[in-house]
């Protein structure tokens, strides 16, 4: 009996171990560094610049549309702009990662979180299999306290990376519409998106058609659009597949009657981070 006591003791001992080194450690863009149990599993290799000032966010929104958002909370700076296995031709605009050095002495160890607002066209960013171009305030938040210059100093690193789950607390899918359409065309930059970030897909349903939903294309970086070739009837419902999980979420009428180019509309939808 005793023995029977001292397996069972011996396996929920070994149990708890694996669950607690397995458990999920979900991000939060806001956040700097992310503290997490490190099991070594699912990071891979990456190189890492940064550009831009060595606060800065990189460029004004970059190839993915953003514009002054990507200084500004949640995004708060820590964006990248991405080589072509990253940036996708602009359909990897939104993906999240984590990113993390340990090679050079500055290096914390611990990860970041960055979203892909951005695109690195040439030099190392398409000599690896992949390369983070970050802007200057994520490449010194892989720095230990009180040496991010120093870790900026050394300007190109060997870092580990991996896909993770976007999270935008209090933020719901936001649609900016471009200042280009009109009735009959439209065109929207789709931001904060929870879970994948990025999309594959989006569809336009017109009001009074309960079943109709009409493909958009993807016109550049985070901005979709749709040319119907006659008047669209508002108030508009827009339906978002995500990338990587296929997942969907429908914005019900989120562009109203009366919508105007470059005005914000925000939806009372997100994904599931």
């Given at each position: 009996m005793a023995l029977v006591l001292q397996n069972q003791l011996s396996f929920f001992t070994i149990a708890l171990t694996f669950s607690l080194l397995n458990s999920c450690f979900c991000f939060n863009p806001k956040l700097l560094n992310v503290s997490v149990a490190e099991t070594g599993s699912g990071w891979l290799p990456a190189g890492a610049t940064w550009y831009g000032s060595a606060t800065g966010a990189g460029s004004d929104g970059g190839a993915c549309g953003y514009g002054s958002a990507v200084e500004q909370d949640p995004l708060s700076a820590l964006v990248s702009?991405?080589?072509?296995?990253?940036?996708?031709?602009?359909k990897g605009c939104g993906a999240c990662y984590?990113?993390?050095?340990?090679?050079?002495?500055?290096?914390s160890g611990n990860p970041v979180t960055v979203v892909i607002t951005d695109e690195?066209?040439?030099?190392?960013c398409v000599s690896e299999s992949a390369?983070?171009?970050l802007s200057g305030t994520a490449f010194g938040a892989m720095a230990t306290s009180g040496?991010?210059?120093?870790?900026?100093?050394?300007?190109?690193?060997?870092?580990?990376?991996?896909r993770?789950?976007?999270?935008?607390?209090?933020?719901?899918i936001t649609f900016h519409v471009d200042s280009g359409s009109n009735p009959d065309y439209f065109a929207t930059l789709i931001e904060y998106e929870d879970g994948d970030g990025d999309l594959s897909s989006v569809e336009l349903k017109q009001a009074l058609d309960t079943d109709s939903w009409v493909p958009m294309q993807q016109s550049w970086g985070a901005v979709w659009k749709l040319d119907a070739g006659s008047a669209l009837r508002a108030p508009l419902s827009i339906r978002l597949t995500a990338a990587e999980s296929g997942n969907t979420v429908i914005a019900n009428n989120v562009i109203p009657a009366g919508w105007k180019p470059g005005q914000t509309y925000r939806s009372l939808v997100n994904f599931k981070a």
């Open positions: 702009a991405g080589g072509p296995s990253l940036y996708k031709s602009g984590q990113v993390k050095c340990t090679l050079n002495k500055a290096c690195c066209p040439g030099g190392p390369h983070f171009d040496q991010a210059d120093q870790l900026r100093n050394a300007g190109v690193l060997q870092i580990q990376y991996r993770a789950e976007c999270n935008y607390p209090g933020k719901t």
